[in-house]
C-alpha cells in the first residue's frame, strides 16, 4: 500500500505543476491574441522558419521544405511529449495499473465507453458538415487538468478513484495514439516507411540486449522521427513507438548495487576520514572508487524509469505549456453566440460534457453489474459519476487533433480551427466545474486517511 500512495503522490504532484502551467499558458495566449498591441505579434511569429541544417539537408523539413515554428510545436516538441506518454504506458502495463488485465478492466472498460460514445454524439451534430472530420476531437481526455482538479479535494478522495482516473487516462492516450495513427496520416511514402522500420527494429534490438546508453536510443529515435516526417506518418507516433522500445529492466539489481557500494565504501580506511571531509582533489585509486559507485546507481536504474523522470520537468513546465501557448489563441472579436450554441462548439461540447459522462459512467454501470470488475474500493456510484465528468476536460490531445482536422491553412478550416478551440475550451471548463462541484458534495467531509501524505 505504501507504494501504491507514493507512486499515486508523486505522479498527482507532477500532474498538478503541470495542470497549473497549462492554465497559466492557455489565459495568457487568450489575453495575447485579443490585445491589440499584441495580437500582430502573437499571429506572426508562429509563421517563422525554423532549421537545423548541415549543408543543404535541414532536420527540421519536410519533403523539403523548411518547418515554421507553429509546426516545430506540433510535429517535432509535441512528439517528445508522446515519447513521455509511451514510457508512460509501457510502465504502467509493465508494473503499474496495467499489468493485471482484470485490476484494470474496469478503467480499460470506462475508457472505451469515454471514446465511443463522445465520438458518436459528435457524428450526430456532424453528420454532412464540412466539421464531420473532426468526430475524434472529444474522445480525449486530459490527464493533467483532470487530476489538478482531483486534487483540489485533497485526501477526502479515496485513493482507488485516483488510480481509476490516471488509468482511464492512460488508456485515453492509448485511443487517442491509435486514431492519429490509423486517421491522420496521408501519402505515405513506402520508402521512408521501411526505412523507419529498420532503425524501430535496430532499437528493439538494443532493447532486447539490454543496451543501457539513452544516447543510443535518443539519436536513433531521432532518425525514426525523420523518417515518419518524410514518410506521411504523423511523426508524434514516432516518440510512441520509440518509447516502447526502451529497457524497462536495470543491469543490476538492487542487492547488487547495495553489494558494490558496500564492497567500495569498504575500501576507504579511516585515515581517508580527514582526507575526504575537506574539498580537495582526490587521489587515482579514490578518484576510481568513488567512480564505481556512481557507475553502479546509472545501472540500477532503468533507462525507462531514468528517461521518464527525466523528462517530466521538460514535458510539463515547458513542451505542453508552450504548445498550450501556441494552439489555444482564439481570437473572439469574429465570434458570435451561435459559435458557442451551434456548430463545430456545440458538437465538441456535447461530445465532452455529455458524451464522456454517458459513455464512462455507462460503461462502467455494465462491466460492475455484469460481474467483470469490482466497483473501486471506498467509492459509490455518485463518486464515479462525478469522476466520469472530470473525463470530459479534454484540452492538450483534443487540441491536437482538431490542429490535424482543421489546421491545413485552408481560410474556412481556419475559422473551424477556431470554433473548434473554443468548443474546447467551454467544454473543458464545464466538465471540470460540474466534475468537482459534484465530487465535492458527494465526497465524504473528512480525510479518509489523515496519516497518509498522498498529495
Not at 462525478?386 to 485552408?410: E, K, P, R
Amino acid at each position: 500500500m505504501a507504494n501504491v500512495l507514493y507512486t499515486i503522490r508523486k505522479t498527482l504532484k507532477h500532474y498538478v505543476q503541470g495542470s497549473n502551467m497549462l492554465l497559466i499558458a492557455t489565459v495568457l495566449a487568450l489575453l495575447v491574441v485579443n490585445l491589440p498591441w499584441t495580437q500582430d505579434f502573437y499571429n506572426s511569429l508562429w509563421n517563422h522558419e525554423i532549421a537545423l541544417q548541415v549543408g543543404s539537408f535541414n532536420l527540421f523539413s519536410h519533403n523539403g521544405h523548411p518547418m515554421n515554428i507553429m509546426a516545430f510545436i506540433n510535429d517535432a516538441l509535441m512528439a517528445i511529449f508522446f515519447f513521455s506518454v509511451g514510457l508512460e504506458i509501457k510502465r504502467e502495463v509493465l508494473v503499474g495499473e496495467l499489468r493485471s488485465f482484470r485490476q484494470a478492466l474496469l478503467p480499460i472498460v470506462a475508457a472505451c465507453g469515454g471514446m465511443i460514445v463522445p465520438v458518436l454524439i459528435f457524428f450526430l451534430f456532424a453528420h454532412g458538415t464540412p466539421y464531420q472530420n473532426g468526430s475524434a476531437i472529444p474522445m480525449a481526455t486530459d490527464i493533467a487538468f483532470s487530476l489538478g482538479v482531483l486534487s483540489m479535494l485533497g485526501k477526502r478522495v479515496p485513493i482507488s478513484l485516483k488510480i481509476f482516473l490516471t488509468t482511464l487516462a492512460v488508456v485515453d492516450d492509448i485511443g487517442g495514439i491509435l486514431v492519429i495513427a490509423l486517421f491522420y496520416s496521408t501519402d505515405i511514402n513506402l520508402w521512408m516507411l521501411l526505412g523507419a522500420a529498420a532503425v524501430l527494429g535496430v532499437l528493439a534490438l538494443g532493447g532486447r540486449w539490454q543496451i543501457q546508453s539513452k544516447l543510443f536510443y535518443v539519436l536513433l529515435g531521432i532518425v525514426v522521427w525523420f523518417l515518419f516526417l518524410q514518410a506521411g506518418i504523423h511523426p508524434t507516433i514516432a516518440g510512441v513507438l520509440v518509447a516502447f522500445t526502451i529497457p524497462a529492466r536495470p543491469l543490476y539489481a538492487p542487492g547488487k548495487y547495495i553489494h558494490t557500494i558496500r564492497e567500495n565504501l569498504n575500501q576507504f580506511s579511516d585515515e581517508d576520514d580527514e582526507i575526504l571531509s575537506t574539498r580537495t582533489i582526490l587521489d587515482h585509486d579514490r578518484l576510481n572508487l568513488l567512480k564505481e559507485i556512481e557507475s553502479a546507481s546509472d545501472k540500477v536504474i532503468s533507462p525507462l524509469q531514468d528517461m521518464e523522470d527525466s523528462l517530466h520537468s521538460l514535458v510539463n513546465w515547458f513542451i505542453v505549456p508552450l504548445f498550450a501557448f501556441a494552439n489555444a489563441g482564439i481570437y473572439l472579436g469574429d465570434l458570435h453566440l451561435s459559435s458557442v450554441v451551434g456548430g463545430v462548439s456545440l458538437a465538441i461540447m456535447a461530445g465532452l460534457v455529455i458524451g464522456k459522462f454517458l459513455g464512462i459512467l455507462s460503461f462502467t454501470w455494465l462491466a460492475v453489474k455484469l460481474g467483470w470488475a469490482p466497483m473501486p474500493s471506498e467509492s459509490n456510484w455518485k463518486m464515479l459519476a462525478s469522476v466520469a465528468m472530470l473525463g470530459g476536460i479534454g484540452f492538450t490531445v483534443s487540441l491536437f487533433i482538431a490542429n490535424l482536422s482543421f489546421g491545413t491553412g485552408d481560410p474556412m478550416l481556419s475559422e473551424l480551427l477556431n470554433e473548434a478551440k473554443l468548443g474546447i475550451l467551454v467544454g473543458s471548463l464545464i466538465a471540470g466545474i460540474l466534475g468537482w462541484a459534484v465530487l465535492h458534495l458527494t465526497l465524504p467531509k473528512h480525510p479518509l486517511h489523515p496519516a497518509t501524505d498522498d498529495e
